[in-house]
């Protein structure tokens, strides 16, 4: 069993920046694919941005592409989500899901586990 922490998100204003991160357990995390996801009440979960096992390989949104960016630190079992010049239309829950089999996908099915969640609200 992998747990899964998010933390960091928080209120902001429109323009300003906020780093997420995401901590999973497990003596094997430098093997696990790390999606980052975002879901508003009443809607589905939306991909934002995932890195694969050996991080040479990351994908983002479109809507979020040039603004965004997702590293992993081993040492710390941690992928961070960097998130810049943030707009109103990025409040959401952002999630973090982990595929220990190490593939990295833009599907939520993609992912065994998820932590809880962490709120992101931008003000305009």
């Known amino acids: 069993q992998v747990q899964v922490v998010e933390s960091g998100g928080g209120l902001v204003q429109a323009g300003g920046s906020l780093r997420l991160a995401c901590t999973a357990s497990g003596r094997t995390f430098s093997r696990y694919a790390t999606g980052w996801f975002r879901q508003a009440a009443g809607k589905e979960r939306e991909f934002v941005a995932h890195?694969?096992?050996?991080?040479?390989?990351?994908d983002y949104a479109d809507s979020v592409k040039g603004r965004f960016t997702i590293v992993r630190d081993d040492a710390e079992n941690t992928v961070h989500l960097q998130m810049n010049n943030l707009r109103a239309e990025d409040t959401d829950v952002y999630y973090c899901g982990v595929n220990p089999s190490g593939r990295a996908t833009i599907q939520c099915s993609g992912y065994d586990y998820w932590g809880q969640g962490t709120q992101v609200t931008v003000s305009s």
């Open positions: 890195i694969s096992w050996s991080g040479a390989s990351t």
